[in-house]
């Protein structure tokens, strides 16, 4: 595997399901980011870990819980999601927090 | 004030025309500049970065930055339909890489 990688590709979960995202990166990078994506609009940042540190929490609802074991893995957890949820969810890494950022395939996630 | 600007677009051009994609940012000690392509429902790829005034080409693509103007630009030769996506600008900021809106690109056959 090389890059970022993200799974799943695709989630459908109900409001009342536990899931979780996960990225891994096989860059050697230290920095590692959730954004989310709503149909035709920006990316919103949502979470940054630092060596393993959480750096930025962007006022994120905490019915998303993120989770960094280690500076390759990256796990956002689910839980009691709305409707409104329903986006592209990307993962990101970097060598340090202000380098360039390269970014997993997403995962589409729909909310029922 | 938006820290990084963009003007949304859509930007039309014919094919085989030059692109050219604005970007305004706010914070004067940013160091490193980015352009990131990304096509519809997919992720965002970095096709360019610059960390001087001046230009900086690859390809059909050339990148210009001017820092006491805080601006940075995309150009586009060549424009070809495939090219049509979101451009989104990305500059450092305090231990992050703050992200434009990103403009629509549009290349007409």
């Known amino acids: 595997e090389t890059g970022v990688t993200q799974t799943p590709r695709h989630l459908v979960m109900g409001m009342t399901n536990k899931k979780s995202l996960k990225c891994e990166q096989h860059?050697?990078?230290?920095?590692m980011y959730w954004y989310k994506q709503s149909a035709k609009k920006p990316l919103e940042l949502m979470f940054v870990?630092?060596?393993?540190?959480?750096?930025e929490n962007n006022s994120v609802p905490s019915r998303f819980s993120p989770e960094c074991p280690n500076s390759s893995h990256l796990f956002l957890h689910l839980h009691t999601l709305q409707p409104e949820d329903s986006a592209l969810y990307l993962c990101?890494?970097?060598?340090?927090?202000?380098?360039?950022?390269?970014f997993g395939p997403g995962t589409r996630l729909t909310v029922l | 004030q938006k820290e990084v600007e963009q003007n949304s677009g859509p930007l039309s051009v014919p094919e085989g025309a030059i692109a050219s994609l604005n970007c305004t940012y706010s914070?004067?000690?940013?160091?490193?500049f980015f352009w990131y392509r990304q096509y519809s429902g997919k992720s965002p790829e970095l096709i360019m970065s610059?960390?001087?005034?001046g230009d900086k080409e690859d390809g059909r693509f050339t990148a210009q930055l001017n820092k006491a103007s805080q601006y940075v630009s995309l150009l586009i030769r060549d424009s070809q339909p495939s090219d049509s996506a979101t451009y989104l600008c990305a500059v450092t900021g305090f231990q992050k890489l703050v992200f434009g809106t990103g403009t629509r690109l549009l290349v007409s056959p």
């Open positions: 870990y630092n060596f393993k540190e959480q750096t």
């Open positions: 860059l050697g990078h230290n920095a």
């Open positions: 610059i960390y001087s005034n």
């Open positions: 990101a890494s970097s060598a340090l927090a202000e380098k360039e950022q390269f």
């Open positions: 914070d004067r000690v940013s160091q490193s």
